[in-house]
């Protein structure tokens, strides 16, 4: 029962080591999913924009974000952004440095990515809630920004939790992509500890069990948000819209 | 929920935490932490191994503090160059194609490669000639992946983004040798392993002087300190003590050149 | 830039087919396996269906990149038991491996959409079909299957281009495809505009399947 021991908590085994990677990948995932919704929102009306120059950028944006590997898009921002960013604290006060972390490089580069995919589901979600809310809205006097904020939104999330849902289990997979510029995640630890135990199936099997629960809980959460947004719109008694 | 988004936030923090003012002098060094026994991450998440002990020393010398941290080696120099540490303790030999690159130190050991085998494949020699037809690993980017080419075109070369990786194919029989530094190798023969044994005589890669400390290309001042300090810790013992921490032999000996072996 | 193509011109050239080759293999043989899933998922309420939801929620919910991993360097670990089994031969190679990760994981995806576009088929075509005194076999065959098929294409071309992204994972256990090469040649010259290449190989890749792809459905829409 060696194996066992390599997995207790405390000095002796790589247990509290896999927890705090544990807490890496949610920290990591939790806070991109916030800043890729903004993002998302930005993006789509980037690409409805009446602004020719804004809306091809929207469209590049997409393209670029879903044609190019997430592995790709993480190292390029991960080298490019700190001699971007090592460039511009060098002209402004030279001799300090300021390090992009992998943490930020990577919430950066899932951002980027999930927004892409994320400024599809917000398009379909507008377009369920429909152009004569907007209209009503305005005709009551709202300003644009009020509009948006109390009658569009609110009515959005309903449509949007479905699409949402999937980036969400997406971007906590795709959180394993940053162990490869050494982010201290649930990966990364499992590759050292592999490194030291040589028990690679031990390792990798256990991290693949705990993102089936992660992915299998999110689901789950996601279908109870369904149901409570959903409330009455749905006939209690046949479950139909 | 709150702890983990303390989590978050608190990497955040620390990822900021990189502005430092030039007066109290805190130096990043940067190593790749898949290296044992010269660098490697232990089970409380220390970064530990000869090399970081050396730095160590050096720091000690010239009076810094020094803040480590690890990155992949197949991007360790760009690493370097985009400024995320300001020098390099990792056992990187020093080539020509690196010294385009960045600037080393006087070497402070001499890392030579040899190959080792899986007991159950028949050899007495590991020559350009015996190796036709066998599967060998290296790690990608390291001088040995560069001889397998140069010298090993008949055999069939596999490389891996870490060493461990190579070793790891080896003791499960999917590649015959491994070529790589006599000392990791070594290391991980000590840990239990009893698949494999070397072969043949260790030797360097022509043009390289031995493992050496880089720097960026325009850090030439701190270079010139480093060296400086390196030489301290050489001529005091404080290099010696801490070799033989790890190694029972003499690490300073230069072995023969690869064309020496192999051109006869 | 132009040096760092034109004198690694043969490593993008072997780096592009890898992946064009592997993602493709990948999908196709993905979809054979998603088929009996897929069915399973739409038409089985017992324990088939059981299965074929719990294949769906475990290869869906672990990353690629672990599932590399564990199917490479965790098979090696049983090396010998493998072998007392007569299956070292698939697993000792990295290409079957990467390969064998490809299709579990897109298998699960692709049973997805096609369980999607099954249960989309309305009950009249079922009716006519038996009215037609077609077998069930040769219903599914030549009727469903077409339909599921037209139905499907849209998100199964998607699920294409996820793959060729995906064939990127594949460096990691030494089969070195676009993203490989590019790997291996940032570590011998140090130089980020590799990088940049890389990109612009996978923004042509994808674009040139999207356009294959769109000429694709247009000819199939009638069915769909």
Redesign the interface.
């Known amino acids: 029962m060696t194996w066992l021991n390599s997995l207790s908590y405390g000095s002796g085994g790589w247990g509290d080591e896999l927890l705090h990677g544990l807490g890496v990948t949610l920290g990591l995932a939790i806070a991109t999913f916030p800043v890729a919704i903004v993002l998302s929102f930005l993006i789509h009306w980037a690409k409805v924009s009446h602004y020719t120059p804004i809306r091809l950028f929207g469209r590049a944006y997409t393209t670029v974000f879903k044609s190019l590997p997430e592995i790709l898009t993480l190292l390029i921002l991960y080298y490019q952004s700190q001699a971007i960013v090592s460039w511009l604290v060098e002209a402004v006060a030279p001799g300090s440095h300021l390090s992009i972390s992998p943490f930020v490089a990577g919430m950066m580069s899932l951002a980027f990515v999930i927004s892409a995919y994320g400024s599809e589901v917000v398009r379909a979600a507008l377009n369920a809630v429909g152009k004569g809310q907007f209209e009503a809205a305005a005709s009551l006097g709202l300003s644009p920004f009020n509009a948006f904020f109390k009658v569009i939104l609110p009515q959005v999330w309903r449509h949007a939790i479905p699409g949402f849902g999937n980036l969400w289990v997406i971007l906590l997979k795709d959180t394993s992509l940053v162990s490869v510029i050494t982010l201290f995640e649930l990966t990364h630890v499992a590759t050292i500890a592999i490194n030291t135990t040589r028990q690679p199936f031990l390792f990798f099997g256990l991290i693949s069990v705990i993102y089936v629960v992660l992915v299998t809980l999110s689901t789950r959460a996601q279908k109870q948000v369904e149901k409570r947004v959903s409330r009455g719109f749905i006939r209690e008694e046949t479950g139909h819209v | 929920m709150k702890s983990l988004f303390r989590i978050s936030a608190l990497s955040v923090a620390m990822s900021l935490s990189g502005l430092a003012s030039a007066t109290a002098e805190t130096l990043r060094v940067g190593t790749e932490g898949a290296y044992a026994p010269f660098n490697s991450v232990s089970q409380d998440g220390a970064i530990e191994g000869f090399d970081v002990d050396i730095g160590n020393a050096i720091c000690a010398v010239m009076e810094v503090e020094c803040e480590w941290s690890v990155h992949d080696w197949g991007g360790i120099i760009p690493a370097l160059n985009a400024n995320k540490f300001d020098f390099m303790v990792a056992s990187m030999a020093i080539t020509p194609a690196r010294q385009k690159a960045v600037i080393f130190t006087d070497p402070y050991y001499y890392n030579a490669m040899r190959f080792v085998k899986l007991k159950d494949v028949e050899l007495d020699d590991a020559k350009p000639e015996t190796l036709k037809g066998l599967t060998i690993g290296a790690q990608q980017g390291a001088v040995s992946a560069k001889v397998l080419d140069d010298w090993f075109a008949d055999s069939d070369i596999k490389l891996f983004p870490k060493l461990g990786e190579a070793l790891m194919d080896l003791e499960s029989g999917r590649i015959d040798l491994v070529l790589a530094s006599q000392f990791a190798i070594g290391d991980w023969m000590n840990d239990g392993v009893d698949c494999c044994e070397f072969v043949g005589e260790s030797f360097l890669m022509d043009g390289t002087v031995g493992a050496g400390i880089a720097f960026r290309k325009d850090d030439a001042e701190l270079q010139a300190r480093v060296n400086k300090a390196l030489k301290t810790i050489m001529d005091n013992g404080t290099y010696d003590e801490i070799r033989k921490k790890y190694f029972e032999f003499d690490i300073m000996s230069k072995p023969g050149y690869v064309s020496e072996l192999f051109n006869q | 830039m132009f040096d760092l193509y034109f004198g690694e011109m043969s490593r993008w050239n072997d780096g592009l087919i890898l992946t064009a080759v592997m993602s493709t293999l990948s999908v196709v043989i993905g979809f054979f396996a998603a088929l009996p899933i897929a069915l399973a998922r739409s038409k089985s309420k017992g324990i088939l269906g059981f299965l074929a939801l719990g294949y769906v929620?475990?290869f869906?919910?672990?990353?690629?990149?672990?599932?590399m991993?564990?199917i490479y360097?965790?098979?090696?670990?049983?090396?010998r038991e493998l072998r007392g089994l007569g299956l070292w031969w698939f697993f000792?190679d990295?290409y079957y491996c990467g390969l064998l990760a490809l299709v579990l994981n897109t298998a699960a995806y692709q049973a997805e959409i096609i369980r999607g576009s099954l249960d989309t088929i309305s009950t009249s075509v079922l009716e006519t079909n038996a009215a037609l005194n077609l077998t069930r076999w040769t219903s599914f065959r030549r009727v469903l299957l077409p339909i599921a098929f037209a139905k499907a294409l849209p998100p199964l071309g998607n699920e294409y281009?996820l793959m060729v992204?995906?064939t990127?994972?594949l460096?990691?256990i030494?089969v070195?495809d676009l993203?490989g090469q590019?790997?291996?040649i940032?570590?011998?010259t140090?130089?980020?505009r590799v990088?940049?290449i890389?990109?612009a190989h996978?923004?042509v890749l994808?674009?040139l399947i999207e356009w294959g792809l769109r000429r694709f459905e247009a000819r199939i829409k009638w069915m769909a």
């Open positions: 929620n475990i869906r919910g672990v990353p690629l990149l672990v599932l991993f564990l360097y965790g098979s090696g670990q049983f090396s000792r990295a281009i992204k995906a990127s994972l460096a990691i030494t070195f993203m590019a790997r291996m940032f570590s011998e140090f130089d980020l990088y940049y890389a990109a996978y923004l994808v674009l």
